[in-house]
């Protein structure tokens, strides 16, 4: 079946190929460029976790045909939806990775495609989700998307089941199930209830498209749908800037739910029912009412659902109808995932770590292991019959758990996706089970190899983004962590690291030796801060909610940092050097190794035996405070991403991040209390009736912290969510800015008592700045503090206009108060 066939009964032949303005993501597998339908094709490859070139294994076939849906050129081959439009290639699907993605690094490709100027993002995969919930960092990259406009396609997946799978089923985005060349959904669509008000479905039987090495292929799924739908909506802001209007994706979005055809079909909430989504996408009718040539009729029962739910307004929660459903019909093998948010989670759901688990061989001491779930994952909609990959490993901190593999992601179903015409080469699809049921997957472990490796030099005909892009920069919060990637490494650290002396002497009161522990972060920091030249050889990373989310490498030092006194204390042993001599260190390292240590614990901690003096005190955030004896919270990395991958000791890989040492602060909580605490005595002093017991300051200042950082913890990617952190960052330099945040009851009129009340954190909102100048980039974070005892008193904003062009933001003149809502 031809993809184009969906515009038929569209006039006007010039307006169905696209308009070069408009701008198309496909986040899927490798894509051969060198394919006959790409030529002249307007096609830019985006640096991404994938960097390997185009293959023969299934995600390169799957991201080639689904790419040459969209942007096959006419006269070739295959002819796509839209030739002319601008497209981005987001590699995040990888042939030798079982096509298997966490949901952090889809976020990652999402968000990079919006900064890019996507106005359309197809997305031919997802995972299985029990509740519909997305991870955190992949509904932050959504939610980004509908705030920006930008229409997300994703197809809802291929286990023929009640049940809903990521991103499908947030409510912006626009879902696609595949049809039969009859026009009726195939049975191996999902059918969960939000579908119902953000799902269409589209030809997806036997569609014909781009197989790398030249040849042309039919394959069959929801993720051969999808590109019908993301093509249509392309064509519809085509229309839209014709006619002299700005393109608006959620617009399109809308055009093509209200005029889906949906048949008579009673009852409405049986299954065979249910599985027409909102009903079948009609290209034509949707063309009409975008252009103002005609508008769908409201009248019974000719097929329009012109009342469906706009798709970036909220749905219900979704639940699958079936309360008695098995085990099996509420998982699926290739897709099935345990997030690590605490979102709520079905009975059937907490079952699978122990299903699924597997005791880790050499598992390091600390490591989650045995009964713990395997991490999420989404999948291509391909029908690799692949299953999960086993949960990740890397040191922690304070003896915690470290950082595990991140939710998911994966290509659409691995059920009926390739149909009958299940490709050469491919894993073929395991028939369904008798009682309609989910199949077992067919195992999680190691995948054969089948994509040859990168040949080091581009394709011939591959399009590559210009080389006077910009880096892209990041400003992230986080926590600092490090990782050896192999075994071999780790074990050279414990064989260098030597032996350490237990507290406690033996019976007899000799000293007690013991191997030392390289997951032990005081052991390290120790180890590190005499042997520096090995600061380099660990994988430093920055994790959220201890997910690793960079690796770290320090840029290039210009001078060094000493971590002791130059000279030795007079009459010092010649043995007892290193206990008082650091040699110097790159400053980025220096912080880094203090981070893993002041991360172990709220209490103040005794280190290292590091003298008073001035040249040993160490600098967190500009503030020299003692010997570094108090917890780190949380470390801001300020840095330009390299385009290169790290792979950690769990096999997660992240991009690296080269740090710049300038902007690199260490978040102390301890001197942050005690800044803030002495800024409000020195407010006390004009104003008696605002003095508050140090105890209630210190809580509300903790639940200020934490609220900025849980609530809004992001990649650090956007422009937005750079300004954000940065603003986080200078409430933690400067204590008498979130002094006066807590002391803003002062600024609203009110009785004595009330003054005393402290206000707390309310909102913080980023929005592009009216204020510009050459070469920048400005965002107003605007923060607001409201009463907590009472709501009717006005709240108080404060806004901060930061540029951040660079790798270390700025702030941009004083910051401004006001009364209310700006």
């Known amino acids: 079946m031809d993809v184009r066939s969906v515009l038929n009964g569209i006039p006007a032949e010039d307006d169905l190929l696209g308009d070069p303005r408009v701008c198309v993501a496909v986040l899927d597998g490798p894509v051969d460029l060198s394919h006959p339908c790409f030529a002249g094709a307007d096609l830019t490859r985006l640096d991404t976790l994938v960097q390997d070139d185009a293959g023969q294994g299934l995600m390169s076939l799957h991201g080639s045909h689904v790419t040459s849906l969209l942007f096959g050129q006419p006269g070739t081959p295959v002819t796509g939806m839209v030739p002319r439009c601008r497209g981005l290639l987001l590699p995040i699907f990888r042939d030798t990775a079982e096509g298997r993605v966490p949901q952090l690094d889809l976020a990652r490709a999402i968000e990079q495609a919006v900064e890019h100027g996507a106005h359309v993002i197809n997305i031919s995969g997802g995972q299985r989700s029990a509740d519909g919930q997305s991870e955190g960092m992949l509904e932050r990259a959504l939610r980004l998307c509908d705030d920006r406009g930008v229409l997300v396609v994703s197809a809802v997946g291929n286990d023929g089941c009640d049940c809903l799978q990521v991103p499908a089923a947030f409510p912006s985005v626009l879902a696609v199930g595949a049809s039969g060349t009859d026009g009726e959904p195939l049975e191996t669509n999902n059918w969960g209830a939000v579908y119902r008000s953000n799902g269409v479905t589209a030809p997806g039987q036997d569609i014909e498209g781009a197989a790398p090495g030249g040849g042309v292929r039919a394959l069959t799924g929801s993720s051969f749908a999808t590109p019908a739908v993301t093509g249509t909506a392309a064509v519809l802001l085509g229309a839209q800037l014709r006619q002299g209007h700005r393109p608006d994706p959620k617009a399109a979005g809308q055009a093509i739910l209200s005029t889906a055809q949906a048949p008579a079909c009673v009852p409405e909430d049986a299954p065979h029912c249910r599985r027409r989504l909102v009903g079948r996408l009609d290209a034509p009718r949707a063309y009409e009412l975008i252009t103002g040539a005609g508008a769908p009729s409201a009248a019974p029962g000719n097929g329009s659902r012109a009342d469906v739910a706009r798709p970036h307004e909220p749905a219900p929660a979704a639940r699958p109808e079936h309360e008695d459903q098995g085990e099996d019909d509420v998982r699926e093998g290739a897709h099935a995932m345990e997030t690590n948010q605490p979102n709520p989670v079905s009975p059937q759901d907490s079952t699978l770590a122990g299903r699924n688990a597997a005791p880790a061989a050499n598992t390091p001491p600390g490591f989650a292991a045995g009964g713990e779930a395997a991490p999420p994952a989404v999948l291509p909609a391909c029908g690799c019959g692949c299953g999960g990959a086993g949960a990740g490993a890397g040191p922690g901190a304070g003896g915690e758990a470290p950082g595990r593999q991140p939710a998911a992601v994966a290509p659409t179903g691995t059920n009926g996706d390739w149909g009958g015409n299940t490709p050469t080469g491919t894993i073929p699809v395991p028939e369904r089970e008798a009682a309609g049921g989910v199949p077992e997957p067919s195992g999680a472990g190691v995948a054969a190899a089948c994509a040859p490796a990168p040949s080091g030099a581009p394709a011939p005909g591959t399009v590559l983004a210009p080389g006077t892009t910009p880096p892209p920069l990041v400003y992230a919060?986080?926590?600092?962590?490090?990782?050896?990637?192999?075994?071999?490494?780790?074990?050279?650290?414990?064989?260098?690291?030597?032996?350490?002396?237990?507290?406690?002497?033996?019976?007899?009161?000799?000293?007690?030796?013991?191997?030392?522990?390289?997951?032990?972060?005081?052991?390290?920091?120790?180890?590190?801060?005499?042997?520096?030249?090995?600061?380099?050889?660990?994988?430093?990373?920055?994790?959220?909610?201890?997910?690793?989310?960079?690796?770290?490498?320090?840029?290039?030092?210009?001078?060094?940092?000493?971590?002791?006194?130059?000279?030795?204390?007079?009459?010092?042993?010649?043995?007892?050097?290193?206990?008082?001599?650091?040699?110097?260190?790159?400053?980025?390292?220096?912080?880094?190794?203090?981070?893993?240590?002041?991360?172990?614990?709220?209490?103040?901690?005794?280190?290292?035996?590091?003298?008073?003096?001035?040249?040993?005190?160490?600098?967190?955030?500009?503030?020299?405070?003692?010997?570094?004896?108090?917890?780190?919270?949380?470390?801001?990395?300020?840095?330009?991403?390299?385009?290169?991958?790290?792979?950690?000791?769990?096999?997660?890989?992240?991009?690296?991040?080269?740090?710049?040492?300038?902007?690199?602060?260490?978040?102390?909580?301890?001197?942050?209390?005690?800044?803030?605490?002495?800024?409000?005595?020195?407010?006390?002093?004009?104003?008696?009736?605002?003095?508050?017991?140090?105890?209630?300051?210190?809580?509300?200042?903790?639940?200020?912290?934490?609220?900025?950082?849980?609530?809004?913890?992001?990649?650090?990617?956007?422009?937005?969510?750079?300004?954000?952190?940065?603003?986080?960052?200078?409430?933690?330099?400067?204590?008498?800015?979130?002094?006066?945040?807590?002391?803003?009851?002062?600024?609203?009129?009110?009785?004595?008592?009330?003054?005393?009340?402290?206000?707390?954190?309310?909102?913080?909102?980023?929005?592009?700045?009216?204020?510009?100048?050459?070469?920048?980039?400005?965002?107003?974070?605007?923060?607001?503090?409201?009463?907590?005892?009472?709501?009717?008193?006005?709240?108080?904003?404060?806004?901060?206009?930061?540029?951040?062009?660079?790798?270390?933001?700025?702030?941009?003149?004083?910051?401004?108060?006001?009364?209310?809502?700006?």
């Open 477 to 822: 919060i986080g926590r600092i962590n490090f990782d050896f990637g192999t075994e071999a490494r780790r074990d050279s650290f414990r064989q260098l690291m030597g032996f350490v002396t237990l507290p406690e002497p033996d019976s007899e009161g000799r000293p007690v030796y013991r191997e030392a522990n390289p997951y032990d972060p005081k052991q390290m920091r120790a180890y590190l801060s005499t042997n520096p030249w090995a600061s380099d050889k660990l994988i430093w990373t920055l994790e959220i909610d201890r997910t690793p989310i960079y690796a770290l490498e320090a840029e290039t030092p210009f001078g060094m940092d000493w971590g002791g006194p130059i000279e030795p204390p007079e009459g010092a042993r010649s043995d007892s050097l290193t206990d008082t001599y650091y040699p110097p260190v790159s400053r980025v390292y220096k912080l880094f190794r203090d981070a893993i240590w002041g991360q172990v614990g709220e209490e103040p901690l005794k280190g290292p035996d590091e003298p008073t003096g001035p040249g040993s005190a160490q600098q967190f955030g500009g503030i020299v405070p003692e010997p570094a004896k108090h917890y780190i919270s949380r470390v801001s990395v300020p840095g330009v991403l390299t385009g290169e991958t790290v792979r950690l000791f769990s096999g997660q890989r992240v991009p690296k991040l080269r740090v710049d040492a300038r902007g690199v602060y260490l978040w102390n909580e301890t001197e942050l209390v005690n800044a803030v605490i002495e800024a409000l005595k020195k407010h006390a002093h004009q104003h008696p009736e605002t003095l508050l017991p140090p105890e209630e300051v210190k809580m509300t200042i903790r639940a200020f912290l934490d609220k900025v950082y849980y609530q809004f913890r992001n990649l650090g990617q956007t422009s937005a969510d750079r300004a954000l952190n940065y603003a986080g960052t200078n409430a933690y330099n400067f204590g008498q800015e979130i002094a006066k945040g807590l002391l803003s009851s002062t600024y609203v009129p009110a009785a004595p008592e009330a003054k005393k009340h402290l206000y707390t954190l309310d909102t913080i909102t980023v929005r592009k700045s009216a204020f510009e100048r050459m070469g920048s980039d400005c965002q107003d974070v605007i923060v607001s503090f409201i009463d907590p005892e009472n709501d009717r008193r006005a709240r108080v904003s404060y806004l901060f206009p930061v540029d951040v062009n660079e790798p270390v933001p700025i702030t941009l003149g004083p910051v401004h108060r006001f009364l209310g809502d700006f």
